[in-house]
């Protein structure tokens, strides 16, 4: 047999355990209270019998020995519970002289009633006990006295106690058998519960255990519509994320791999073709190592991006603060954009505002954030696309609003561009993170990165971000 163990085993001691000394110790008090009970109402019945004798001997009829025996006589001869009880007239010697039962009276049976009833102030004592036989017995003593109080006899009346304790012994037999089935009522309901409780957990720690290993597909059948079916519901759920975590992972890892072997094979490419001699006039040399160039400087692009990105999922991008002139900044953007998007054969339309007050930021990582928004723009807008940046500001905050008719995302993918690793179109080149840098810096700025798209139609990028007032501006720096 299995050791019960862990929770099975701590409800069996701590609330079973409770329950049956909780239900031993109810049978025993209502046995000790039905025995009290059954034993109370015989003792009360013979002492009600024994003050008739007051009645029977009172009156100063009875003064002498003799005349005690005479009369006792007649009571025991008239006695009318003689079925019930025994009756014993005891003389002044302190022997039986009458019983009820006709039969000579045992000398050997014990009496202490009577030598406790001839001792006491009443003249009267009770006593439960066993007689030579075997018997169990309860026994009233009452003694007689005259009316200067001389000890006239003594009457006994003695009840078998036989019945009662059949009695007590078949309620004790009931307070035992309904506390046998209370414990094993709660032990089923118990076990049922426990087992309701375990046995899902045993599952979750199973599939917990494949999912560790990888298998996101691994799921608990929910059962009960409770916590524990809580639990299933939010084991699976981690496991359909942590899958999409993967799964994003794994196409982050893919992405960014193709984004490193484009420029490196262009690099290596030319730069071979270069070292075999292959390059023989100027302008082809010129034209390989501008490649080279161009796409050196993005694979180090593609490495600033994936630094920040670290950087930022360790906390620790440091921003420099300062006062900055937010336009300066977006139009050294679209500047080094301008000659992409026209070589690429789309508009990028600007027209600059006079004046816009000056915002607290770090202005390499807010032009970072604009470049990336523009180039975004550029980048998921075909051929003969426009792409609109407009600035607006109130007494609060300025607004860059970057507006393509591109393709658009879609109202699912819309909710999570944001993320990081995500990406809405799998045929475009990029990591999937920018988008979620440029948010984070805008968040690290106060300020907010809103995205409205249509599919189809295009998508609107709104950067907001607080104003230095010109108040506090003047007197310098409030980091
Ligand atoms: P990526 O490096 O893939 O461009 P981003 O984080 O910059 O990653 O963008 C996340 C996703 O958001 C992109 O894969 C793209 O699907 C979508 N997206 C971002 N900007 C635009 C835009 N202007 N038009 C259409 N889709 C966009």
Avoid at 320 to 334: P, V
Wanted: aromatic share 6%.
């Amino acid at each position: 047999m299995t050791r019960v163990k862990g929770i099975t085993r701590r409800w069996l001691i701590n609330t079973l355990g409770v329950i049956a000394a909780i239900v031993i110790v109810i049978v025993i008090c209502l046995s000790f209270a039905i025995k009290v009970f059954f034993y109370n109402s015989i003792e009360q019945t013979i002492s009600g019998r024994s003050t008739e004798l007051i009645n029977v001997f009172g009156s100063y009829t009875t003064e002498s020995s003799t005349d005690f025996i005479t009369m006792a006589t007649e009571y025991v001869e008239n006695f009318p519970d003689k079925e019930l009880m025994e009756l014993m007239v005891i003389n002044s010697a302190g022997r039986v002289v009458i019983t009820s039962t006709g039969f000579p009276p045992d000398e050997s049976q014990p009496m202490p009633d009577y030598e406790m009833a001839k001792s006491s102030s009443g003249g009267v004592a009770t006593w439960s006990g066993t007689l030579v036989s075997g018997e169990p017995v309860m026994a009233l003593t009452r003694v007689i006295t005259n009316s200067q109080g001389s000890y006239l006899g003594a009457v006994r009346y003695i009840v078998s106690l036989e019945m009662a304790n059949q009695r007590v012994m078949a309620f004790v037999a009931i307070f035992i058998t309904s506390g046998v089935v209370i414990i094993l009522l709660v032990l089923f309901s118990g076990s049922f519960f426990i087992r309701s409780i375990v046995n899902p957990v045993k599952k979750m720690s199973v599939t917990a255990k494949r999912i560790a290993q990888g298998d996101f597909n691994a799921k608990i059948d929910k059962l009960h519509d409770d916590e524990i079916g809580d639990l299933c519901d939010a084991i699976n759920n981690m496991a359909q994320e942590l899958g999409v975590a993967e799964k994003m992972k794994n196409d982050f890892i893919s992405s960014v791999s193709h984004e490193l072997r484009t420029p490196l094979t262009a690099i290596k490419g030319w730069a071979e073709t270069m070292q075999l001699g292959g390059v023989s006039d100027k302008e082809t040399f010129d034209k390989g190592m501008s490649v080279i160039i161009k796409e050196a400087s993005r694979l180090t692009g593609i490495v600033e991006e994936l630094l920040d990105f670290s950087r930022l999922q360790n906390g620790r991008m440091m921003l420099m603060m300062d006062k900055t002139d937010i336009l300066a900044e977006l139009d050294e953007s679209i500047y080094m954009l301008k000659e992409r998007a026209s070589s690429e054969g789309k508009h990028l339309l600007y027209d600059e505002p006079d004046y816009v007050g000056p915002v607290l930021g770090d202005r390499n990582r807010l032009k970072q954030v604009f470049f990336n928004i523009i180039d975004n723009a550029l980048k998921y807008t075909p051929a003969d696309g426009v792409v609109a940046i407009e600035v607006s500001a109130d007494q609060d905050n300025v607004k860059i609003k970057v507006t393509d008719n591109g393709v658009g995302i879609s109202p699912e993918d819309l909710p999570r561009v944001k993320e990081k690793f995500y990406k809405a179109n799998q045929t475009v080149r990029g990591s999937g993170i920018g988008l979620a840098v440029a948010d984070e810096i805008i968040s690290m700025h106060n300020g907010t990165l809103d995205i409205e798209s249509s599919l189809g139609v295009g998508t609107t990028v709104t950067i907001t971000l607080p104003l230095i007032k010109e108040k506090s501006s003047d007197s310098g720096n409030p980091q």
